[in-house]
């Protein structure tokens, strides 16, 4: 989380785009010095004060808590205890353009630092420091790439970025685009090392990427990589239409990866994020995964006409090979699981207002599930950047608090479903969300709810996991700095009635008793400085 949700402050990328290109020399005295500085400082600043019923029963989890809720990151809910407490956050960017190059490479890095008000002090590490006295060593790294323009409409990034599911350039796009086109953010939506190449037409735009997920030891062939090719065209004024390819390589057999859960198919990863977890155990493991498909768009800036239309179709396919005798060589693998799964996601919006705000969204998901694990020899759930990353994809814009991820977080993002594939169980989800303008551009609100349902019931449970309602009212003193109230409940379904033994059952966190209903309400300040 630390990582993912700087993605917020795309914002911030986007306006400082307008200031970096040394040739716009339309105006004159002071106006091109400023706009035309080699460097330049941006930052994002939230403050949040949350009550809520949710908290990890573990000790040790009393800075980042990351995972799906009732998963094992011993997150629960309680009749007893509330949560209350207040998050701090500073994400400052730093751009370097130097005018020797012409506008032709620029320095991007972006930094973070968050706490809880009052956890520790005079100590080292993420997510702290905020107690009496501070002076906590707490800074992390979010970006530090390079960006090439050796010709017009070509950029090259080299270094730790931005690795997104969409086929536009997250430095040069609005947040809330990169979160309703492509992909959504939905199968990777996080930060990674690599090379990534594209080109940006007037009507069309195509990206590549290389990225390197874990090296591991630097001379075995123990690594996790990850190849893509994405590209979109403008069919006409109102309608996009793309495609992509997507390519996993993995030969890490789980190590590596988020502290000691490490990551990929048998890792503890999986039971913390909510994706399935592959029975493996200690056995080495090789898999190749390809995710292939196809996203459009209508209206994606919802403001040619009053509908907006996206919507996507992916299809994950592979194959994992287990080696029983690690003595064995590689053609001689003993058993393998064939990977198919897919996912769907349709989203409507109906602006009936002069604003944005002004407006009815419908967002439906689907994924499929698996009912017998890998008993076939067969695995068809879907599997997302969940299965590496913690997290390594978000779903936050589908307008709910509790039963899918909202990007409005700090420290603790703990969703009822965290990933798409539902623990392997698949989805049938729709959220419906009616926002209004009060004063336009001053005074907003919105009112939303959502259902979702498991495709697969769980040993003992129902197909219900949940329905939530949620509201939020936004005052806005100024050009991106605001106030904010929202609160959300979520009631639980018969999907939590799931038991495998007395000892409880993964979907409630080994739990023998129901989990109480989730609820939660804050209050955020928000300002992008530049």
């Known amino acids: 989380m630390k990582k993912t949700f700087g993605i917020v402050l795309f914002l911030s990328f986007v306006l400082s785009i307008w200031g970096q290109n040394p040739s716009n020399q339309y105006f004159s005295g002071e106006i091109p010095e400023k706009a035309n500085k080699e460097f330049q400082f941006l930052a994002f600043y939230i403050n949040q004060a949350v009550i809520s019923n949710s908290y990890p029963k573990n000790d040790f989890l009393k800075g980042q808590v990351v995972g799906r809720l009732f998963g094992g990151n011993t997150t629960t809910t309680s009749n007893e205890f509330t949560s209350s407490y207040i998050e701090q956050r500073l994400i400052p960017f730093f751009i370097y353009q130097p005018h020797l190059f012409n506008g032709k490479a620029t320095l991007r890095a972006s930094f973070e630092i968050d706490w ?109 990589t990850l190849m893509e090719l994405t590209g979109e065209k403008d069919i006409t004024k109102e309608w996009k239409l793309g495609a992509s390819a997507y390519y996993m390589r993995d030969r890490a057999s789980g190590a590596g990866g988020v502290s000691i859960l490490s990551q990929g198919f048998n890792s503890l990863l999986a039971t913390h994020n909510g994706v399935y977890k592959f029975a493996y155990g200690d056995v080495p493991y090789k898999a190749d995964v390809v995710w292939l498909g196809s996203y459009f768009g209508r209206n994606t800036e919802h403001w040619l006409d009053r509908w907006m239309v996206t919507g996507f179709v992916n299809f994950n396919l592979g194959k994992a090979d287990t080696l029983t005798n690690q003595a064995l060589s590689d053609k001689e693998w003993s058993r393998t699981t064939d990977i198919f799964g897919y996912a769907g996601n349709l989203r409507l919006s109906y602006r009936y207002g002069q604003t944005t705000s002004d407006n009815f969204t419908l967002d439906a998901m689907y994924s499929s599930g698996d009912a017998n694990g890998l008993q076939d020899g067969k695995y068809n759930g879907v599997i997302t950047g969940n299965q590496w990353g913690a997290p390594g994809a978000i779903h936050v814009s589908s307008g709910s608090y509790l039963l899918m991820p909202h990007g409005n977080v700090v420290n603790r993002f703990t969703p009822a479903i965290m990933d798409i594939s539902n623990m392997g169980y698949g989805l049938t989800s729709v959220n419906l969300n009616a926002s209004k303008g009060i004063i336009p551009h001053k005074l907003n609100a919105k009112l939303g709810s959502a259902i979702a349902l498991s495709n697969v019931q769980p040993a003992g449970g129902g197909n219900l996991i949940g329905t939530e309602f949620n509201g939020n009212i936004a005052y806005n003193f100024g050009p991106f700095m605001s106030l904010e109230w929202h609160a959300a409940y979520l009631v639980l379904g018969d999907f939590y009635d799931s038991t495998q033994s007395s000892y409880g059952s993964p979907v409630n966190g080994n739990s023998a008793e129901r989990p109480v209903n989730p609820w939660t309400t804050f209050v955020v300040f928000k300002w992008l400085m530049f």
């Open 116 to 224: 809880t008000w009052g956890d520790v002090a005079y100590g080292v590490g993420g997510n702290f420091g905020g107690a009496f006295s501070a002076d906590q060593v707490n800074l992390q790294t979010q970006n530090l790439e390079l960006e090439f323009n050796p010709l017009k409409g070509w950029y090259i990034n080299v270094g730790l970025q931005r690795i997104f599911d969409t086929p536009y350039n997250p430095y040069k796009t609005m947040f809330d685009k990169m979160t309703t086109t492509g992909y959504r953010l939905t199968y990777f939506g996080t930060d990674g090392v690599g090379i990534s190449v594209r080109k940006d037409w007037d009507f069309a735009r195509i990206k590549s990427g290389y990225y390197k997920l874990y090296e591991n030891y630097v001379q075995l062939n123990d690594d996790v």
